[in-house]
């Protein structure tokens, strides 16, 4: 079946670092995929999509690339800031319209 | 403003009590979804609808049982509460091609 993969541990840095969470994904088809946002004790926050192949989403700051050679759908950020502290999640879309999550990547970011 | 509303959003309950969680949305979205979040953070999906009158079981089994007989509401019982049923509980629903809102959660404590 589909699913998401994301990369392990938390992730810790400093304000103004880069980042990167790694996202891998193994689907038939063509589906669409997402990072949502989930801050202390809330719901999940679209943060960025993209429906086809090498599309770029972006928002906030934060892109992500649709690789399809790859599989993959890395979430980058040029220079976080302390806000950027919470829950990051991977997920994809196929047509049955049912969301499919990766297993979410707490990210600290430290003053 | 959220569109989509979950009650109560924390619950603690003895074990053998039945409890419904309640989840209700404004925007007149037919498609409704229940995840359950453990407390390693992975979302799975429990329960989802397509429309009033029509439920279905998600990818984890559960205990918890839904109904759908108004397009606004989708609440979810479970008849008799166990600790392993302790979790946090969000309730979606979608509009549109992609775009799923989810609500704030209900963080449930089974003692």
């Known amino acids: 079946g589909d699913s998401v993969t994301q990369m392990e541990g938390p992730v810790t840095l400093s304000e103004e670092a880069f980042l990167t969470i790694n996202c891998t994904y193994t689907?038939?088809?063509?589906?669409?995929l997402f990072w949502y946002v989930q801050y202390p004790g809330e719901g999940l926050q679209l943060l960025l999509k993209a429906t086809k192949a090498d599309d770029k989403g972006s928002n906030k700051g934060f892109e992500a690339t649709y690789r399809k050679e790859t599989t993959s759908f890395h979430l980058e950020k040029g220079s976080v800031q302390v806000s950027d502290s919470a829950v990051y999640f991977c997920?994809?879309?196929?047509?049955?319209?049912?969301?499919?999550f990766g297993q979410g990547t707490i990210l600290t970011v430290h003053p | 403003e959220a569109d989509i509303y979950q009650t109560p959003r924390y619950l603690v309950i003895g074990t053998g009590k039945k409890i419904t969680l309640e989840c209700s949305q404004t925007m007149g979205h037919d498609k409704m979804y229940w995840y359950q979040q453990d407390p390693g953070m992975e979302l799975h999906l429990i329960h989802y609808s397509y429309g009033v009158n029509s439920t279905e079981k998600g990818d984890l089994s559960s205990e918890s049982t839904v109904s759908r007989i108004r397009t606004e509401h989708f609440p979810l019982t479970l008849e008799s509460a166990r600790p392993s049923h302790t979790s946090q509980y969000l309730c979606?629903?979608?509009?549109?091609?992609?775009?799923?809102?989810f609500g704030s959660g209900t963080r449930l404590t089974v003692v």
């Open positions: 979606a629903s979608r509009g549109g091609s992609y775009g799923y809102t």
């Open positions: 997920a994809l879309i196929k047509g049955d319209g049912k969301l499919t």
């Open positions: 689907a038939t088809g063509y589906p669409s």
